[in-house]
């Protein structure tokens, strides 16, 4: 069955950061996967999480840090990040802020990020 989902559910979250979720629990229902636009400000950082799902970053705009047991990863406009399930990552912006697109399977929920 094709569904046209009209435009994307705005998620509300702290610190200036926008997440445009086009596909996943909150905007179509589905649990298998979310995508979402997420636009970020300079210097925006959240809290470290362990997260049940793959999460797949493509970097549009700026720059995304990306702090792991390895070190710090920093992915820039054109460049692409995938993290596994059970990995404490942490996300933050370099100077100029971030806008990117997540994908994560399967999806994104507030629970199954296991944020510290």
């Known amino acids: 069955m094709v569904r046209k989902l009209e435009g994307p559910a705005r998620i ?3 610190g200036g950061k926008v997440i445009e979720e086009h596909i996943g629990r909150v905007n179509s229902g589905d649990e298998t996967v ?3 636009r997420m636009v970020a400000p300079p210097g ?3 809290p470290a999480q362990t997260p049940a799902f793959t999460e797949y970053t493509v970097v549009l705009r700026g720059t995304v840090l990306v702090e792991h047991a ?4 920093e992915v820039s406009a054109g460049q692409s ?3 596994e399930p059970g990995e ?3 996300y933050s912006t370099g100077a100029e802020g971030a806008e990117y697109i997540a994908v994560c399977l399967p999806a994104f929920s507030p629970d199954t990020a296991n944020r510290a």
């Open 12 to 14: 509300p979250v702290p």
């Open 44 to 46: 925006w950082e959240e």
């Open 81 to 83: 990040l995938v993290t």
């Open 34 to 36: 979310s995508i979402a």
């Open 70 to 73: 390895g070190g710090t990863t």
């Open 88 to 90: 404490k990552i942490r």
